[in-house]
C-alpha cells in the first residue's frame, strides 16, 4: 500500500505540488516588501553609522578640543588632527586643521566612542558614491556642514551642561554661567 | 591531563623540553625538539590515552632575537577526551625545516602550506608546498616575519594591471600554458586500465557567481568526472593578521567583521572571547545573555543565507527570495541595535556596545513566533523536491573518520555523524542555561548537512526565546577600569574616568604576558583565535582558525570522483565565505 502511495505520488508530482502550493499561497497573500529605492527611502535608526561629522554646540562655537583621541582610536587612521591654542586663549585648544580620509574609513564608531566631548557624530548620510575619490578627502569645513544639515539640534555648551567640569577646554575667564 | 603529561615524559624523555600549564586558562602546552615532532605527534594522536584525533590549526610565531628564531605551534584536540594540546617546536633561521605531520592529520597539508606561505618554514615530506595565499610568484618575502613591513616591499607599485590606451595591447605569443606549470594541478598517475582515459584541465574562477567570493579551482576532468580539484585560494587575502599585529586590541573588532561577512557577529564574539580569555575578565550576566541571542540572531541569518544561496546554485531560485526575506528583518533588528547591518563592530571587550530596547525585544519575539512557519515553508518547498534530493543526496559524501582527519568542524563534521559542537563541548555564554539540542546527520553528504542547517535555525530560534524569557537586568559591560574604557557619560564628569578614557583609548589595554586559543562555534564551524601576547598593547601574533580554510582543504578529497555539474554543490555544502577564508 505504501509502495503503491509513494510509487502514486511519483507520477503526479506531488512534491512539486506542496511546493507550488506555498508558492501560490503567497500570491494570494502578497505585500511587497521591496523599497524602490532612489524614489522611497527607509527610514534609518537613529543610531545609524554613516557619514562622520563634527558637531557643534548651540552658539556656534565647534566642538571639538583638538585632543586626538579619534586619530588614535581609528582602526585605519582615517583621521587626521592638527590641534592648536585658541589664540588670545591660553589654556584652550582647538583643532586647527582636521582632515579624514573617507575611502578607508570602516564605520566602525570608534572616533565617535573615543571623543570625550561628543564632537564627532555619526550622521544618517550614506549617499556618498562619487567619481573621483579625491572628493572623499574631506577637511573640517566640510566635516562641520556634514554635522550642520544632520545635526539641526544642537547640545549646549559644556559648561552650561554641568559646570563643574573646569578642568578642560575652559578658559576660566570666559566661562558663561549657568542661568538660574 | 596529568597522567598523559607524565607517560608522555617518562616515554620521550629527550623529545620533550619543558611543559608550561597555564592553570588560570586551562591551557597545556608542551615543547618538544623539531626533530623529534613524528613520533610524539603520532603517539599522541595513536594511543588510546592520547586520542588527538582532531588538528585545530598549525600557527607559526617569528622571534627574532631567539637563536631558534621560529616556533610552530600545532595546536590539537581530541573529540573522544573533549580536551585540547599545544605542541611547540623551535626551528633556527639558516635552516628553517620541520617535519610534515600530513601522514598523520590528513588536514595538516593546507595549514602547512600556510605556514610555509607566512612564514618560510619547510615541511620535509609535504606532497605540495607552494604558496597559498600570496601569489605564486611572490618575490618580497614570507609576510609574516617580524622583519616584514607591514606595507610590504614595493612590489605592489610596479603592478601594471591597468592598460594604457596609448600602448599597443602586448601580442600573446604562444597561449599554451608550459607543461611544468600545469603539474601541480594533476593528480597523480593512475593506474593503467583498458578505459580510454584523456585528461583535460578546466579553469574555474576566480570569478565565477558561485564561488561566494574570488576562488579559482583548477579541476583535472576525465570525461565529465572529476580527477583532481586544486582550489586556488588568496584572491582575497587582506593580511588580517599582519594588519593587527600594528593595532591595539579594541581597533581589531571592526577588522573581524570583514572576516566571514556574512556573520560579522560570530566573529566578533570569537575574537572579544579569546581577548576576554587572556585578560581573564568575567563579563556580567545580562551582556552573556545578549550576547548568546545576538550570536544564535547571527547563526539564523548566515544558515538563511547559506540556504538561499545553495538552493539559487543549484536552480531553486524562490528559496533564495523567501529566505532574504527573513533574513532582513533579522537585518533590521541588528541596524536598531548598533546602527549597521552587515559589518556591526557590536561586540566589546567585557561585553556589549548598546543595551536592548524593549521594542526590540518585542520585535524579535514577534520574529520566533512566525520563524518556524516559515523554516516549514522553506522545508516544503525543497526538502522533497526530487531535484534538490537528486542534486544534494550522495553529493560531497565524507566519512565520519576523514572529516575528523581533515578537521572539519561545524555543520560539516555533524553531517557525518559526529555530535561536536562547541556550545555543548566547551559551553561559554549562556549555552548551558538553556535547553536545546545538536542535530547529528548520518551519511556525511549534502543532504544531512542541509538537514542540519534547518535544525539548528529552529534550536536557534528555542535557545533565543529561552534567553528572552531568562533575561536579568543589569549591566551590559564589565568593571574592569584598566582594560575597558568608562562609561561616556562619566568621562566629562569626573577626573578618574576622563584620565582611564584617555589611557585606554591612546595606549590601549596591556594583557600579561601568556597565550591562548580560544574556539567559538561559528556558523561554519569552528572559528579559533590563538593569541600570542608580549605584554604590550598589541597582540605579538594573532592567528586565526577560519573553518572555511580548514574546509578548503577536504576540498580535494570530497571533489573527486563526482560529475562536474557537482562541484558547485560540493563549494556550497561547506557555507564558504571567501573573506574568512583567505583573512
Known amino acids: 500500500?505504501?509502495?503503491?502511495?509513494?510509487?502514486?505520488?511519483?507520477?503526479?508530482?506531488?512534491?512539486?505540488?506542496?511546493?507550488?502550493?506555498?508558492?501560490?499561497?503567497?500570491?494570494?497573500?502578497?505585500?511587497?516588501?521591496?523599497?524602490q529605492y532612489p524614489h522611497e527611502?527607509?527610514?534609518?535608526?537613529?543610531?545609524?553609522?554613516?557619514?562622520?561629522?563634527?558637531?557643534?554646540?548651540?552658539?556656534?562655537?565647534?566642538?571639538?578640543?583638538?585632543?586626538?583621541?579619534?586619530e588614535a582610536a581609528c582602526p585605519s587612521r582615517v583621521i587626521r588632527v592638527v590641534s592648536a591654542e585658541v589664540p588670545g586663549e591660553p589654556t584652550k585648544r582647538y583643532s586647527k586643521e582636521y582632515y579624514m580620509d573617507m575611502t578607508r574609513c570602516l564605520f566602525c564608531g570608534m572616533c565617535v566612542d573615543a571623543c570625550p566631548v561628543d564632537a564627532l557624530g555619526m550622521t544618517r548620510e550614506f549617499e556618498w558614491a562619487v567619481y573621483d575619490?579625491?572628493?572623499?578627502?574631506?577637511?573640517?569645513?566640510?566635516?562641520?556642514?556634514?554635522?550642520?544639515?544632520?545635526?539641526?539640534?544642537?547640545?549646549k555648551r559644556l559648561e552650561l551642561q554641568h559646570p563643574n567640569v573646569a578642568f578642560f577646554n575652559v578658559s576660566f575667564g570666559h566661562v558663561p554661567q549657568k542661568p538660574n | 591531563m596529568q597522567p598523559l603529561i607524565e607517560t608522555l615524559m617518562t616515554r620521550f624523555p629527550r623529545a620533550v623540553l619543558s611543559v608550561e600549564a597555564d592553570t588560570a586558562r586551562a591551557e597545556v602546552s608542551v615543547r618538544i625538539a623539531a626533530d623529534r615532532l613524528i613520533e610524539v605527534a603520532r603517539f599522541l594522536h595513536d594511543a588510546p590515552e592520547a586520542l588527538f584525533d582532531h588538528l585545530s590549526d598549525i600557527c607559526s610565531v617569528d622571534y627574532p632575537e631567539d637563536r631558534q628564531r621560529f616556533e610552530v605551534v600545532y595546536l590539537l584536540h581530541s573529540l573522544p577526551y573533549r580536551r585540547r594540546l599545544r605542541l611547540k617546536a623551535r626551528v633556527p633561521e639558516d635552516n628553517p625545516a620541520i617535519a610534515s605531520v600530513t601522514g598523520i592529520?590528513?588536514?595538516?597539508?593546507?595549514?602547512?602550506?600556510?605556514?610555509?606561505?607566512?612564514?618560510?618554514?619547510?615541511?620535509?615530506?609535504?606532497?605540495?608546498?607552494?604558496r597559498i595565499l600570496m601569489p605564486e610568484d611572490y618575490a618580497e618575502g614570507f609576510p609574516l616575519r617580524k622583519d616584514f613591513p607591514a606595507e610590504g616591499r614595493g612590489w605592489r607599485s610596479q603592478f601594471d594591471f591597468i592598460p594604457r590606451l596609448d600602448e599597443a595591447p602586448v601580442e600573446q605569443t604562444d597561449s599554451e600554458i608550459p607543461e611544468r606549470d600545469k603539474q601541480a594541478f594533476r593528480a597523480e598517475a593512475a593506474p593503467s586500465s583498458s578505459r580510454r582515459r584523456e585528461e583535460l584541465l578546466l579553469n574555474m574562477g576566480p570569478q565565477h557567481p558561485s564561488t561566494h567570493g574570488v576562488l579559482r579551482v583548477v579541476l583535472e576532468l576525465d570525461g565529465e568526472r572529476i580527477v583532481k580539484a586544486t582550489p586556488?585560494?588568496?584572491?582575497?587575502?587582506?593580511?588580517?593578521?599582519?594588519?593587527?599585529?600594528?593595532?591595539?586590541?579594541?581597533?581589531?573588532?571592526?577588522?573581524?567583521?570583514?572576516?566571514?561577512?556574512?556573520?560579522?557577529?560570530?566573529?566578533?564574539?570569537?575574537?572579544?572571547?579569546?581577548?576576554?580569555?587572556?585578560?581573564?575578565?568575567?563579563?556580567?550576566?545580562?551582556?552573556?545573555?545578549?550576547?548568546?541571542?545576538?550570536?544564535?540572531?547571527?547563526?539564523?541569518?548566515?544558515h538563511l543565507f547559506w540556504l538561499g544561496t545553495q538552493a539559487l546554485d543549484i536552480g531553486a531560485m524562490t528559496v533564495f527570495f523567501w529566505t532574504f526575506r527573513e533574513r532582513e528583518v533579522l537585518?533590521?533588528?541588528?541596524?536598531?541595535?548598533?546602527?549597521?547591518?552587515?559589518?556591526l563592530n557590536y561586540y566589546r571587550i567585557g561585553g556589549v556596545d548598546s543595551d536592548f530596547t524593549p521594542d526590540l525585544v518585542l520585535r524579535l519575539k514577534t520574529f520566533l513566533d512566525t520563524f518556524p512557519e516559515k523554516v516549514k515553508e522553506y522545508d516544503s518547498l525543497i526538502a522533497s523536491n526530487r531535484i534538490w534530493l537528486g542534486r544534494t543526496k550522495n553529493v560531497a559524501v565524507i566519512s565520519a573518520e576523514d572529516a575528523i582527519s581533515f578537521g572539519c568542524t561545524g555543520p560539516v563534521l555533524r553531517g557525518s555523524g559526529v555530535a561536536y559542537d562547541i556550545r555543548k563541548e566547551e559551553p561559554y555564554g549562556v549555552y548551558d542555561k538553556v535547553d536545546w539540542e545538536v542535530p547529528v546527520g548520518k551519511n556525511g553528504d549534502t543532504y544531512d548537512r542541509y538537514w542540519i542547517r534547518m535544525e539548528e535555525m529552529r534550536q536557534s530560534?528555542?535557545?533565543?526565546?529561552?534567553?528572552?524569557?531568562q533575561l536579568p537586568a543589569g549591566p551590559i559591560i564589565a568593571d574592569a577600569p584598566q582594560y575597558i574604557p568608562p562609561p561616556k557619560q562619566h568621562v566629562m564628569r569626573d577626573m578618574e574616568s576622563l584620565i582611564h578614557h584617555f589611557i585606554i583609548f591612546t595606549q590601549g589595554l596591556k594583557p600579561p604576558k601568556a597565550e591562548t586559543y580560544c574556539a567559538t562555534e561559528a556558523p561554519k564551524g569552528e572559528l579559533g583565535f590563538f593569541i600570542v601576547s608580549d605584554?604590550?598593547?598589541?597582540?605579538?601574533?594573532?592567528?586565526?582558525?577560519?573553518?572555511?580554510?580548514?574546509?578548503?582543504?577536504?576540498?580535494?578529497h570530497m571533489a573527486r570522483g563526482y560529475l562536474i555539474s557537482d562541484i558547485i554543490t560540493i563549494f556550497g555544502t561547506y557555507d564558504i565565505v571567501m573573506g574568512e577564508c583567505d583573512r
Request: glycine share 6%; net charge positive.
Open chain 2, 331 to 343: 537585518l533590521d533588528m541588528f541596524e536598531k541595535l548598533c546602527g549597521a547591518r552587515l559589518t
Open chain 2, 535 to 556: 605584554g604590550s598593547a598589541r597582540p605579538y601574533r594573532l592567528k586565526i582558525r577560519s573553518p572555511s580554510f580548514v574546509h578548503m582543504g577536504a576540498f580535494d
Open chain 2, 461 to 469: 530560534a528555542r535557545i533565543i526565546r529561552q534567553c528572552l524569557d
Open chain 2, 232 to 302: 586556488d585560494l588568496g584572491y582575497l587575502h587582506r593580511g588580517v593578521e599582519k594588519l593587527s599585529e600594528g593595532l591595539a586590541y579594541m581597533q581589531i573588532i571592526p577588522h573581524t567583521d570583514r572576516l566571514d561577512y556574512v556573520c560579522a557577529m560570530a566573529n566578533n564574539y570569537a575574537y572579544v572571547r579569546a581577548v576576554e580569555k587572556l585578560l581573564g575578565i568575567t563579563i556580567p550576566e545580562r551582556a552573556e545573555y545578549i550576547r548568546t541571542i545576538v550570536a544564535e540572531m547571527q547563526r539564523i541569518v548566515g
Open chain 1, 41 to 70: 527611502k527607509r527610514a534609518l535608526p537613529d543610531n545609524y553609522r554613516g557619514m562622520l561629522a563634527l558637531l557643534r554646540y548651540d552658539d556656534g562655537t565647534e566642538k571639538c578640543v583638538g585632543c586626538d583621541l579619534c
Open chain 1, 1 to 35: 500500500m505504501t509502495k503503491l502511495k509513494a510509487w502514486f505520488k511519483t507520477i503526479i508530482f506531488y512534491e512539486i505540488l506542496v511546493g507550488m502550493k506555498a508558492t501560490l499561497s503567497h500570491l494570494l497573500h502578497y505585500k511587497p516588501i521591496t523599497l
Open chain 2, 105 to 130: 592529520w590528513k588536514g595538516a597539508e593546507f595549514l602547512e602550506r600556510e605556514v610555509y606561505d607566512m612564514m618560510g618554514i619547510t615541511f620535509s615530506g609535504h606532497p605540495d608546498l607552494r
Open chain 1, 133 to 155: 575619490k579625491r572628493q572623499l578627502h574631506l577637511n573640517k569645513e566640510q566635516l562641520l556642514a556634514i554635522g550642520d544639515r544632520s545635526f539641526p539640534v544642537r547640545e
